[in-house]
């Protein structure tokens, strides 16, 4: 109870706080038409936003697709049925294995970005509102740590996809080396 009240309760409603306050106070006071900066920050936010858009979309159809398997009994053996590894790797997720995460946090930090060019005039000297960003970047990263903890230990084959499959940025994955391939 103690975990709830002041990690979930407080804490990040105090993070959420940090990260929100700098940006509200640019609408308000900042300036009034729009900066140089402003429309190419709106595109990349809008280029992070659709990561993380379509990502959600590939996990919850992947989610909902093997929760009907498990109820219907139509898991296969068989190589080409996308479930049987029991993890999504396609899609984004094949050049990450949290593109979701990259897409939110990517808006977090252009927004930061935005709020710090329209606070570029104002008596603000130190752009504060970095404690939200950095620690909301931190809440993530420890999530993703515990999160991929779980699934290397339910799934054998997510150890291979990790080490081809960067954890956080849009990358290629890395090519397979396998050493019966080799031979």
């Not at 499959?165 to 290629?172: G, H, R, Y």
Request: hydrophobic share 40%.
């Amino acid at each position: 109870q103690l975990f709830v009240l002041f990690f979930i309760n407080i804490y990040q409603m105090i993070s959420i706080y940090m990260f929100s306050v700098l940006p509200l106070y640019i609408i308000y006071y900042g300036p009034t038409r729009m900066q140089l900066y402003d429309l190419p920050l709106t595109i990349l936010f809008s280029l992070f936003l659709g990561i993380e858009t379509i990502s959600d979309f590939q996990m919850f159809e992947f989610q909902k697709g093997k929760r009907n398997n498990i109820l219907t009994r139509g898991f296969s053996q068989k190589g080409d049925d996308e479930f049987v590894d029991g993890f999504y790797k396609y899609g984004l997720y094949k050049y990450s294995r949290h593109p979701n995460y990259f897409g939110e946090l990517g808006q977090w930090w252009t927004i930061f970005m935005i709020s710090c060019i329209g606070a570029q005039n104002k008596t603000i000297s130190i752009h504060w509102g970095i404690i939200g960003v950095l620690n909301l970047s931190f809440i993530m990263y420890k999530s993703m740590n515990l999160t991929e903890g779980i699934t290397w230990f339910k799934y054998p084959k997510y150890k291979i996809y990790a080490r081809r499959t960067s954890q956080f940025f849009l990358w290629p994955p890395t090519p397979s080396t396998d050493k019966k391939k080799k031979q």
